[in-house]
C-alpha cells in the first residue's frame, strides 16, 4: 500500500552524530528545495560536543509559506543506531523512518509511545554505498540526494549545488561527491517504486520563490548592522552571537567597517565605546554568560552618554548553561544590567524583516540618545532559515546626530529633553571630555551634590521622548479579540501558525495575537491592548515569565495565565495550539492535518 506522507507541508529530519555532517545536508537541501520553487524552513539543535552525541535539523518543505518549528516528523532519515532514541518522543505512527540496516535494526522491534514501529522502516544500504564511493564520509551527500530525489528536485539543481560546494576541494573530490549524490538519486528512486511501500509526495513549487532570499536571523541582523551603517564591531566568540560576529568580519573589507576580535567581553564593550567615542557606530555581540561580564561598561556608557549596540544571544543558563540551546533568560539581565539609573532601549525581533529593520534602527536610537540599545535574539532565532521575498530596504533612512563643536562646546550640556548635541574629538574646535565619574556640564569630575542631581535628571529626561518613539507592538488576527495571546521575540511564527491553525478550525474564535518587538520601554499603547482582552495568556522560553513580569511592572496589568518553556529548545506549533485549546476550553480535533491551505497572513489578518 502506498505511503501518502502529508501532503503540501512535509516535515524531514535529519539525525546522527556530531561529525556526520548533517550540516551539509541541510545546506545542499536548502539551497535545492528553493531553488525547486518549494518553500523551506529549516533549524537545528545539537549539542555541545566536536564528535559524538546526537544532533538533528529540521527541514520543512512546503508549497506554502512556512517559519516555525514542529514536532512532527514526516521522513526521519537515521544517519547513526542512536538517532531513533534520540527523537522517539516526535516519532509517530505516520512518521517513516529511513536509515541504514546497522542504524535501525535495534530499533525495529521497540515499542515507542505504544505502538510497534517495525512498519515504518525503510532500509537503505547508505554506508555500503558510501564505502564504495570511497568511504563513510560520502553518507552525507548520498542522503542528500537521496532526500533530494524525493522532493522532485531536478538533478541539475542539485549538481549544481553540489559543484558550488565541493569545487574549491579539487575535481577529483568534486567528481566524488558528484558521484555519490548520483547513488543518493538511484537510493531515491527505489524508494518511490520499493514493493513495500512506495512513496509519493505532493508539492507545487513557485518560480517566483526561486528568486527569493533564504537567510537566517544571523544574515537578517547582519544585513540590518550595514545598512545602520555600522562601522566597529569588537567581541569575544561565543555561541551563538560568533555567526554575527564572522558576518561582519567576512564584509568588512566591503562596507568600510573594522572588526577586532578583544580577548575578552571587558575588552570588548570598552573596545566598542572608544569607538563611538571616536565618532564610529558600534556594536559588540556575546550570549547571556559573556554579557555578564560587561556590565560595567553598560554602566560607562550610561554614563558618558556614548552609544553603544549591544547584540545578547539568549541561551539557558545560570553561567554557561547549555551552551548551544534556545532559551528567552536573559531580558533581566538587559534590562538591569550596569550600576546606577540611565536610559536604554532593548528590541526583540521575531521575524527576519523585524531583525533587519530593528537592528538598523538601534544604531538610530542609540545615536539619537547617546545610550546603549540592546537587541535580544537566540539560538533558536539565530539559527533558523526560511525564505522571504526582500528585506525591506525602503524603511532605512540613517540619520546623523554628530554636530561640529566650538570652542564654547560642552559635552553635557543641559537642554530641555536631556540630549546633549554631541561632539567627537577632532570634528570642529571644542573640546570633548568624558569621564566615568560624575560629571559637570564640561565633562569634568565633580563632587558637587547638586550637580549630581541635575544630571541624573538630565540622563532620565530622555525617556520621555524614548517612549515617543517606542516601536508599537504588532496585532495580528481579530481586532475585537476576547483572547489575548503575547508573545516576544522568536515565539513570533509558532504562535501565529498555531493560531491561523486553531481560527482556521474554529472561526467563531475571537482570537488576537500581541507581539513585542521592543520589549522596553513599551509603547503607550501596550495597556490598551491588555485591558481590551477578556483572557490573556503570553508564551516565554524562560521559568520565572520575565516579560510577564515587566507587563505588570509597568502598566499594573498582571498575567495569570503563562505557558513557560525552559528546557533548551523552542516552542513547537503543536504545543502553542494544546496549550491554547486547553485554556480555551477547546478539544484537540487535529488541527495539524491538514494546513495545505495557509499561507502568510490569510487567516489571521
Not at 555519490?180 to 537510493?187: K, M, Q, V
Request: aromatic share 8%; hydrophobic share 40%; proline share 4%.
Amino acid at each position: 500500500m502506498p505511503v501518502f506522507l502529508k501532503e503540501e507541508d512535509i516535515s524531514l529530519v535529519l539525525c546522527g552524530e556530531a561529525g556526520q555532517g548533517i550540516q551539509t545536508v541541510e545546506a545542499i537541501l536548502a539551497q535545492a528545495v528553493k531553488q525547486s520553487g518549494y518553500n523551506i524552513f529549516s533549524t537545528k539543535e545539537y549539542m555541545s560536543r566536536v564528535r559524538g552525541g546526537q544532533n538533528s535539523t529540521e527541514i520543512r518543505v512546503s508549497s506554502h509559506r512556512v517559519a516555525s518549528y514542529v514536532d512532527r516528523i514526516d521522513i526521519l532519515l537515521a544517519l547513526s543506531s542512536g538517532a531513533i532514541d534520540h527523537l522517539r518522543d516526535r516519532i509517530s505512527q505516520d512518521t517513516l523512518i529511513i536509515g541504514d540496516p546497522e542504524h535501525i535494526k535495534s530499533a525495529k522491534e521497540e515499542k515507542t509511545a505504544g505502538f510497534s514501529l517495525d512498519s515504518n522502516f525503510i532500509e537503505v544500504p547508505l554506508m555500503e554505498t558510501a564505502q564504495e564511493m570511497g568511504g563513510p564520509i560520502f553518507a552525507n551527500v548520498i542522503a542528500a540526494g537521496a532526500l533530494s530525489c524525493l522532493l522532485n528536485i531536478p538533478k541539475e539543481i542539485f549538481d549544481g549545488l553540489i559543484s558550488d560546494m565541493f569545487t574549491r576541494k579539487g575535481q577529483e573530490i568534486l567528481q566524488k561527491d558528484l558521484k555519490a549524490g548520483e547513488a543518493g538519486y538511484n537510493i531515491g528512486k527505489g524508494l518511490m517504486e520499493s514493493e513495500k511501500a512506495p512513496i509519493h509526495l505532493s508539492l507545487h513549487g513557485k518560480s517566483s520563490v526561486r528568486d527569493e532570499l533564504l537567510i537566517n536571523g544571523t544574515d537578517a541582523m547582519g544585513f540590518g548592522c550595514l545598512a545602520g551603517e555600522c562601522r566597529f564591531m569588537s567581541s569575544y566568540p561565543m555561541t551563538p552571537s560568533t555567526p554575527l560576529q564572522t558576518f561582519l568580519a567576512s564584509n568588512a573589507h566591503d562596507f568600510e567597517l573594522v572588526y577586532e576580535q578583544a580577548e575578552d567581553e571587558i575588552a570588548a564593550i570598552n573596545m566598542a565605546l572608544g569607538a563611538s567615542y571616536a565618532g564610529a557606530r558600534s556594536i559588540v555581540a556575546t550570549s547571556g554568560s559573556g554579557f555578564a561580564l560587561m556590565e560595567e561598561g553598560v554602566g560607562l556608557s550610561g554614563m558618558i552618554e556614548t552609544p553603544v549596540v549591544i547584540c545578547i544571544g539568549q541561551r539557558p543558563g545560570p553561567a554557561v548553561g547549555l551552551p548551544t540551546r534556545t532559551s528567552q533568560e536573559d531580558l533581566n539581565l538587559a534590562l538591569y544590567s550596569g550600576p546606577g539609573e540611565f536610559p536604554r532601549v532593548i528590541f526583540a525581533p521575531g521575524k527576519l524583516e523585524d531583525a533587519f529593520t530593528l537592528t538598523q534602527r538601534a544604531f538610530n536610537i542609540a545615536e539619537k540618545y547617546q545610550i546603549p540599545v540592546f537587541i535580544l535574539f537566540d539560538q533558536y532565532f539565530a539559527d533558523c532559515y526560511y525564505n522571504i521575498p526582500f528585506l525591506p530596504l525602503e524603511e532605512v533612512e540613517n540619520e546623523n546626530y554628530l554636530v561640529k563643536t566650538t570652542p564654547e562646546y560642552k559635552r553635557y550640556l543641559i537642554t530641555h529633553d536631556g540630549v546633549t548635541p554631541r561632539g567627537i574629538p577632532g570634528y570642529g574646535d571644542g573640546l570633548v571630555v568624558v569621564d566615568s565619574d560624575e560629571h559637570d556640564e564640561e565633562g569634568h569630575i565633580t563632587e558637587d551634590l547638586k550637580i549630581r542631581t541635575q544630571m541624573v535628571d538630565k540622563r532620565l529626561q530622555k525617556m520621555e521622548q524614548i517612549m515617543e518613539d517606542a516601536v508599537a507592538p504588532e496585532l495580528v488576527g481579530e481586532d475585537d479579540y476576547h483572547s489575548l495571546i503575547i508573545g516576544w521575540g522568536s515565539t513570533y511564527w509558532p504562535i501565529r501558525e498555531a493560531l491561523e491553525n486553531i481560527s482556521r478550525k474554529h472561526p467563531d474564535e475571537k482570537l488576537g495575537f500581541l507581539h513585542f518587538k521592543q520589549v522596553y520601554p513599551f509603547h503607550k499603547s501596550v495597556a490598551e491592548y491588555l485591558e481590551k482582552a477578556e483572557d490573556v495568556i503570553i508564551l516565554e522560553n524562560n521559568a520565572q515569565g520575565q516579560m510577564a513580569n515587566l507587563i505588570k511592572l509597568e502598566t499594573g496589568f498582571e498575567i495569570q495565565e503563562k505557558f513557560l518553556k525552559y528546557d533548551g529548545m523552542p516552542f513547537s506549533v503543536e504545543e502553542v495550539q494544546e496549550r491554547v485549546m486547553k485554556f480555551m476550553g477547546m478539544g484537540d480535533d487535529g488541527l495539524m492535518e491538514d494546513n495545505s491551505a495557509q499561507d502568510e497572513g490569510e487567516v489571521l489578518k
